[in-house]
């Protein structure tokens, strides 16, 4: 199985700040890659497809990036609604796995 | 578009839940759908999938032989039939809808969730 890791695992920012996550597969996905948010109690939201595809909805200041191994979810300017965990996950074999969330908190 | 989980509980180490998933507002029979299942505190792990007519189906190695996928197109259900549970099942269990690329080939991510089932396997 196509294991996902992320860096970090969490993160402290502030308001404002520039945000990047970091997912890395453990061999090539070609862009079959997504990316989620997810609040504590909630289930979670599709923000990326594709590797770097907006979903509908999902305010422009969350970008996706890469292919093959790297790939990276960029948040330009950290809103107080951004603060959650992110997870990856890749399409491109069975089993669909995730990534293990990279928890972004407040500074 | 709104997927409603059913069916959980606790439930005895070796026993079985079925739960279920009531699916609206797009045309279920269209979309390939997929559970996913969260342990308390931890990341989330793709569990299953089948495809829109159910002819094709793929389960993470964890559930495999224990877990069956299936869905009712004319109740616009899906189900997950879930056999030998452990105390490491507890989790919740969500439901989510299939995004694939314009052709139907490829899967691109799970656009729609469920808000959830919550299973404990327990003594």
């Known amino acids: 199985a196509i294991q996902l890791t992320q860096s970090p695992s969490s993160l402290s920012a502030s308001v404002g700040d520039r945000v990047t996550i970091t997912c890395r597969a453990s061999q090539g996905i070609n862009s079959a890659l997504a990316w989620y948010q997810q609040k504590p109690g909630k289930a979670p939201k599709f923000l990326i497809y594709?590797?770097?595809s907006l979903e509908g909805g999902v305010p422009s200041r969350f970008s996706g990036s890469g292919s093959g191994t790297d790939f990276t979810l960029t948040i330009s300017s950290l809103q107080p609604e951004d603060f959650a965990t992110y997870y990856c996950q890749q399409f491109n074999t069975y089993p669909h796995t995730f990534g293990p969330g990279t928890k972004v908190g407040i500074k | 578009v709104q997927l409603v989980e059913s069916g959980g509980g606790l439930v005895k180490p070796g026993g079985s839940l079925r739960l279920s998933c009531a699916a609206s507002g797009f045309f279920f029979s269209d979309y390939y759908m997929s559970w996913i299942r969260q342990a308390p505190g931890k990341g989330l792990e793709w569990l299953s999938y089948?495809?829109?007519?159910?002819?094709?189906?793929h389960y993470a190695d964890s559930v495999k032989g224990r877990f069956t996928i299936s869905r009712d197109n004319a109740k616009n259900s899906l189900y997950v039939q879930m056999n030998s549970l452990r105390a490491e099942d507890t989790a919740v269990y969500y439901c989510a809808r299939c995004r694939l690329d314009s052709r139907g080939w490829y899967h691109l991510g799970l656009d729609y969730w469920g808000q959830g089932a919550l299973v404990t396997v327990s003594s």
């Open positions: 594709d590797a770097s």
């Open positions: 089948i495809s829109s007519s159910g002819s094709s189906i």
